[in-house]
């Protein structure tokens, strides 16, 4: 999936549960974390609201069983997180259409 159609897919998200935090010592972090489902397909993100950290949760068909795992999502928060991604990645010769 490109990042504009992750970038998509995460504007158009249902939350269905915030899950909290029963350590004592980390009261202040109740609801910290969020697991969301699409609206338009399986998937299913884990947010932490406290510094924007993505994850989607991945099936690995190609292994035993098939186990599922949080997979780290890039994000781009400001013109030089995009500058750094285009830096790293190149630009691609035509964008790709919506």
């Given at each position: 999936m490109g990042l504009t159609r992750a970038s998509l897919i995460a504007g158009m998200i249902t939350i269905v549960l915030a899950a909290t935090v029963t350590s004592v010592a980390a009261q202040?972090?109740?609801?910290?974390?969020?697991?969301i489902i699409?609206?338009?397909?399986?998937?299913?993100?884990?947010?932490?609201?406290?510094?924007?950290?993505?994850?989607?949760l991945v099936r690995f068909p190609e292994?035993?069983?098939?186990?599922?795992?949080?997979?780290?999502?890039?994000?781009?928060?400001s013109s030089a997180d995009y500058d750094a991604l285009t830096k790293r990645y190149g630009k691609a010769t035509e964008a790709p259409q919506q």
């Amino acid at each position: 999936m490109g990042l504009t159609r992750a970038s998509l897919i995460a504007g158009m998200i249902t939350i269905v549960l915030a899950a909290t935090v029963t350590s004592v010592a980390a009261q202040d972090q109740i609801g910290r974390y969020q697991i969301i489902i699409s609206t338009i397909g399986d998937q299913t993100f884990l947010l932490d609201t406290t510094n924007g950290s993505v994850w989607q949760l991945v099936r690995f068909p190609e292994l035993k069983t098939e186990p599922m795992a949080w997979q780290s999502m890039l994000t781009i928060n400001s013109s030089a997180d995009y500058d750094a991604l285009t830096k790293r990645y190149g630009k691609a010769t035509e964008a790709p259409q919506q």
